[in-house]
């Protein structure tokens, strides 16, 4: 079975400044990376995933993800955040190959607050 | 494009009462996927569609949830009798069943609270 854990369950950091969110997974076998992100009261939007290829992934908003199979971890990161990109922030795997799309097994979350 | 519709955003029920939610996919999309978000943890798969049949509920606690996608297109999640600890975010998602790795793409969620 996979599992995912989120290291920080919540992260403040000053409006301008970088973060990391970050993410290791577990599995025996290959898999597909994601992360989500939730506002309040809504439901997840897909920030980037990684399906095979390179393995700095680029996504919305200016979210970027690296894939490293060594360490088995999908660290989130931003150079410069805003205001608006306080929210809970999902790190997820789903089984790569099979015979169909497949759930995915999301981290517990990471509360990214960004503080003016 | 329309996203995922659910409904209703928010319920409140008393234990041992039954509720039912609804959830209408995006157009085309054939799989569809019921997860369930207690507070300050990650969603949880309950049950995945393909079209109208089960992929997989082996996390679907069976004796008290239901689900049914009658012609492959809308979806009812159903929970009779409730629990306090059903209280919980139901999320609903669909994706293309094309290639492995499709987004799924996720409706607003019914906010259930259970008394």
């Known amino acids: 079975a996979q599992s995912v854990t989120q290291l920080d369950s919540q992260v403040p950091v000053f409006e301008e400044a970088p973060v990391e969110l970050r993410c290791n997974y577990s599995s025996s076998v290959s898999v597909y990376l994601f992360w989500y992100v939730q506002y309040p009261n809504q439901g997840l939007q897909l920030l980037l995933k990684y399906l095979s290829g390179s393995t700095l992934v680029k996504g919305i908003n200016g979210f970027e993800a690296e894939f490293n199979k060594s360490q088995t971890s999908f660290h989130l990161r931003k150079p410069s955040v805003h205001i608006s990109d306080t929210a809970e922030y999902f790190c997820a795997v789903s089984l790569s190959g099979g015979s169909g799309n497949t759930p995915l097994v999301f981290g517990k979350g990471t509360r990214l607050s960004v503080i003016a | ?115």
């Open chain 2, 1 to 115: 494009e329309a996203g995922v519709a659910q409904s209703p955003r928010y319920k409140i029920i008393e234990k041992r009462q039954s509720v039912a939610f609804w959830c209408n996919p995006i157009s085309g999309h054939a799989t569809l996927y019921w997860y369930q978000q207690i507070l300050g943890q990650g969603p949880k798969l309950l049950i995945q569609f393909q079209n109208n049949g089960v992929v997989d509920d082996s996390q679907l606690p069976k004796d008290r949830f239901s689900a049914e996608r009658l012609k492959g297109v809308d979806s009812t999640l159903k929970i009779q009798p409730a629990k306090l600890e059903d209280s919980a975010v139901y999320l609903c998602a669909s994706s293309l069943s094309g290639p492995w790795g499709d987004t799924q793409y996720f409706g607003p969620g019914t906010r259930l609270t259970v008394l």
